[in-house]
């Protein structure tokens, strides 16, 4: 498979990874954590990694406004129990 279709087959499917956990927020970050050994902390945490790694500087905080779908402390409010 050629390189760029991979990237970009990897990234639909990150994308729609995201968007399934911002739909499901009756799922607690420990209850995913218990079962697969990472949350939306952790993809949030791998987001910015990896933006840095390419030279593209990201905060913590952005990083999880984008895995989230809004501001962390908006969805603790709203979702977490």
């Known amino acids: 498979m050629d390189k760029n279709k991979q990237m970009e087959i990897e990234s639909a499917v990150f994308k729609k990874m995201v968007k399934h956990f911002q ?3 009756d799922v607690q970050n420990i209850d995913v954590m218990e079962v ?11 987001y910015a990694e990896s933006s840095a790694e ?5 905060s913590k905080e952005d990083a999880k406004e984008i895995i989230y779908g809004m ?3 908006v969805w603790k409010e709203k979702y977490q129990i």
């Open 23 to 25: 739909e499901r927020t």
């Open 36 to 46: 697969s050994g990472f949350c939306r902390n952790c993809l949030s945490r791998w």
């Open 54 to 58: 390419i030279g593209e500087v990201l």
């Open 71 to 73: 501001p962390y402390n």
